[in-house]
């Protein structure tokens, strides 16, 4: 069987019934919940704080995949941490002590992740890659949902395995960004270990019938 892990963004499910849209990607056998939070600097965007990750806490016992798409994310790792996040990942571009917000997390008890942009070398992984637990591949521009997957984000995904074999093979591999049924594929070849997937989850179509779709494709695929 092969071994992805898929972590449905919260960001295009229906935030009216957020606690009911959870429990329907749980009960459809997804891995963890990503939740994209965001502050209209680093990002264009404005999306929710520590309040409603916590409230998402209660509703489900999955894996909380925190990507703080924040300046500064020094100063909310602790509150992120109360609220129950399990992973939380900080975007190399959004601070200058990217190295110490990872020491942080992991002094917090919880998995550390470093984010890098379409546009940053991959290169600035390897300093910090035998300290991460994660490593975040954008495969769009970070801000919005339902955005187009960028070609070469492949061959960035395959180069940062060989970099993680090398450095610290226990480091998951997570890629964000227009992951549909037609590149899912694709991306676990090249060395994906947990998917993002948002609009291609949310949407009209119940989540089951979605994961379907989005596991067929992986099934398909084979083992790499
Ligand atoms: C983009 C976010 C992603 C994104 C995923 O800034 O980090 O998690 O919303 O959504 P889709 O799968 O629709 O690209
Ligand atoms: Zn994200």
Not at 10 to 25: S, V
Request: overall charge negative.
């Amino acid at each position: 069987m092969p071994e992805l892990l898929i972590a449905p963004s919260i960001l295009t499910a229906d935030f009216a019934r957020l606690g009911e849209q959870i429990r329907e990607a749980e009960e459809a056998g997804v891995d963890w919940i990503h939740l994209d939070v965001m502050d209209g600097r680093f990002v264009p965007n404005l999306t929710f704080g520590p309040v409603v990750v916590e409230a998402i806490r209660r509703v489900t016992q999955l894996p909380l995949d925190v990507h703080l798409m924040i300046v500064e994310p020094e100063r909310y790792l602790k509150d992120f941490a109360q609220a129950g996040a399990d992973w939380i990942s900080v975007h190399f571009e959004a601070t200058p002590h990217a190295h110490r917000a990872v020491q942080q997390i992991k002094e917090l008890g919880k998995k550390a992740g470093l984010a890098l942009n379409p546009a940053t070398p991959l290169e600035a992984f390897a300093p910090l890659l035998p300290e991460l637990d994660l490593a975040l591949v954008m495969s769009v521009n970070p801000g919005f949902g339902g955005q187009k997957y960028i070609a070469h984000s492949t061959e960035r995904i395959r180069r940062l395995a060989r970099l993680r074999n090398q450095l610290n093979p226990a480091c998951l591999i997570e890629v964000d960004g227009g992951i549909k049924p037609e590149n899912v594929a694709e991306v676990f070849r090249a060395g994906a270990d947990v998917v993002v997937a948002g609009s291609a989850l949310f949407n009209s179509q119940p989540v089951a019938e979605n994961m379907k779709q989005l596991l067929g494709e992986v099934y398909a695929a084979g083992s790499r």
